[in-house]
C-alpha cells in the first residue's frame, strides 16, 4: 500500500517545466504548442484557465518524462533559411579601372553573421597613371549584418546575407611600381625613373548594404575608413589599389567599392 502511494504521488506531483531566457521556470502542464506560443495550466490555478507565453521567450520546455523541447528565435533559428544559399563569389565591378582586379568570397556563419575575404591582383586593369605596378592585397572581414529596428512575431530576414551591414577589416598589400625621382647635379635638376616596393595595411571600419536578387545575385555597396601605414613614398601617390591612405603625419585610410557577385550553395 505504502508503494502504491508513492507511486501515486510521484505521479500526481509530476509536472512539466518551461526554461525562460531570463532564467526563470515555470511549473505547469503543457497543453499545446503553437506556431508562435507555448499554452499551458499552472497548478494553483482550475484546469480551465489557460496561460500562454510566446516561444522566442523561451530556451526549452522539459516533460514531466524527462524529454526536452529546445526553441530559437525566429529570425535567428537556421532552420528558417535552409533555401538560402550561403556563400557568394563577388568581384568590384569598378576595380579594372583603378589598376586591379578584385575578388571576394563571403560565406555566412549564421543568420545575422559572416565572413569575407578579399583577394586583390595590382597591375591587373587600366594603368591610368603609368606605375607599371605589380602585386597583391588581401582583405579579411567579419560582417555584422544589422536586425530591424523592431521586432514582431515570427519575422525574419529575407535573405540571410541581405542588409545592411557593419565590418571591422584588415588588409595587407605588397607591389612594386615605378616613380619618378628628381635629381639635382650641378644645380641642374632632372629626373630619373626608379622601382619602388610598397608595403602597406589598414584597419577599418566599413560600412554597407548588400542587395540579394532571387537568391543568385548580390550587389554590395561599401564605404570604409580607419587606421593606415605604409612603407611608400605617399608624397607621389596615396592611393594603394585595395584603399587609400594619408602621410604619416594624419595616417587616415579610407576605401569604398561596389561589387557584384553570385551566390552558389
Not at 503553437?34 to 495550466?41: A, F, R, S, W
Not at 641642374?188 to 616596393?197: A, C, L
Request: glycine share 8%; charged share 25%.
Amino acid at each position: 500500500m505504502l508503494l502504491m502511494f508513492l507511486l501515486f504521488g510521484n505521479v500526481a506531483t509530476a509536472q512539466d517545466m518551461i526554461m525562460k531566457k531570463n532564467n526563470e521556470l515555470i511549473k505547469c502542464k503543457i497543453r499545446e504548442i503553437g506556431i508562435d506560443e507555448v499554452k499551458y495550466n499552472l497548478p494553483e490555478y482550475s484546469a480551465d484557465v489557460l496561460f500562454a507565453i510566446d516561444k522566442d521567450k523561451i530556451i526549452k520546455i522539459i516533460f514531466e518524462n524527462g524529454q526536452e523541447m529546445e526553441f530559437e528565435k525566429e529570425m535567428t533559428n537556421p532552420a528558417n533559411y535552409l533555401e538560402n544559399k550561403k556563400n557568394i563569389i563577388k568581384i568590384d565591378f569598378l576595380s579594372p579601372l583603378t589598376g586591379n582586379t578584385t575578388f571576394a568570397y563571403e560565406r555566412s556563419l549564421r543568420p545575422g553573421r559572416s565572413f569575407e575575404a578579399t583577394l586583390g591582383l595590382i597591375g591587373l586593369g587600366v594603368d591610368a597613371s603609368d606605375r607599371n605596378a605589380g602585386g597583391a592585397f588581401t582583405k579579411f572581414g567579419y560582417k555584422l549584418i544589422k536586425d530591424p529596428d523592431f521586432y514582431l512575431r515570427g519575422m525574419r530576414y529575407a535573405h540571410v546575407l541581405k542588409g545592411s551591414y557593419i565590418k571591422p577589416e584588415v588588409a595587407l598589400g605588397f607591389y612594386n611600381h615605378d616613380v619618378w625621382m628628381w635629381r639635382d647635379w650641378s644645380s641642374s635638376q632632372s629626373s630619373q625613373k626608379e622601382r619602388e616596393s610598397v608595403f602597406s595595411g589598414t584597419v577599418q571600419l566599413v560600412v554597407g548594404k548588400q542587395w540579394i536578387m532571387d537568391n543568385a545575385f548580390a550587389f554590395d555597396f561599401f564605404v570604409g575608413i580607419g587606421y593606415g601605414f605604409s612603407s611608400g613614398n605617399n608624397d607621389y601617390s596615396n592611393y594603394h589599389y585595395g584603399y587609400s591612405i594619408m602621410d604619416e603625419s594624419f595616417p587616415l585610410a579610407f576605401s569604398s567599392g561596389l561589387k557584384i557577385g553570385y551566390l552558389f550553395k
